[in-house]
């Protein structure tokens, strides 16, 4: 069978961009990743080249490709480290983690994002935080810094969830461990009750009523008539935020 004559043959690397970006527009992201790794390979060299690296990256995250994505950002940053554009790709890199294409399903759920694998939420927070570092300035600051509250205040609520789930199976010493890792390195989180509480609550099961005792006693001094005497550790389940409703 004849293959279909390729229509680019000849396109410079102004027209093959060009004609990206239309199917950009259109959302027609095959045909535009088609035409943005047809100039990658042809002219390797120069800012279009460049573009169409950024705009690849773009465009398999817009078609729920983020592995590819990811790909694309990382080649980027090896070749071109120093670009203009570092601060948007570590921006993209943060949003392809931030909401991955499961946490859609967590709108029929109801699932906290905080149990999910918190791989990506790390890998999320780390994007954001470089930005913010080294690009204090960028355009994309503003929001990850919104973003990164998020991720801050989430990633503590999964050492939380871990907690109670080690000390409702009997281990009391890594529920402790986990949740002395949100007192000491999530700061100012509010999930830190529950998780004075996970310790006040392991202790006691230990048998360490001096350190069950400083628990409670921090627990008090600062989260007085904390809830979670009366209720327990079951929290109630209902809409809770979920970052697919950011876009």
Do not use: C
Request: charged share 25%.
């Amino acid at each position: 069978m004849k293959a279909e004559p390729d229509k680019t043959a000849g396109w410079s690397a102004e027209r093959l961009y060009q004609d990206a970006r239309e199917e950009m527009s259109s959302g027609n992201w095959n045909n535009a990743r088609a035409r943005l790794e047809t100039l990658e390979a042809r002219y390797p060299f120069g800012g279009y080249a460049q573009q169409a690296l950024i705009d690849q990256a773009y465009v398999n995250w817009k078609d729920e490709e983020p592995e590819q994505a990811l790909a694309a950002i990382d080649r980027f940053q090896q070749q071109y480290p120093n670009h203009p554009g570092t601060d948007y790709m570590l921006y993209l890199k943060g949003l392809i983690t931030f909401t991955p294409p499961s946490a859609a399903f967590s709108n029929i759920t109801q699932q906290d994002p905080s149990e999910r694998d918190p791989k990506g939420l790390r890998e999320s927070y780390e994007s954001f935080n470089e930005l913010i570092k080294r690009y204090p300035d960028s355009r994309y600051a503003a929001d990850a810094k919104k973003r990164l509250t998020w991720l801050v205040d989430t990633i503590a609520r999964n050492e939380v969830h871990v907690a109670q789930y080690y000390y409702e199976r009997g281990a009391y010493v890594a529920a402790v461990n986990r949740a002395q890792t949100v007192i000491t390195d999530f700061e100012g989180v509010p999930i830190a009750e529950k998780a004075l509480y996970i310790m006040y609550l392991a202790y006691d099961k230990l048998g360490l009523t001096e350190l069950r005792d400083d628990a409670k006693r921090v627990l008090d001094l600062n989260f007085p008539n904390s809830k979670y005497y009366a209720q327990g550790l079951e929290e109630p389940r209902g809409s809770k935020w979920n970052p697919i409703n950011w876009f």
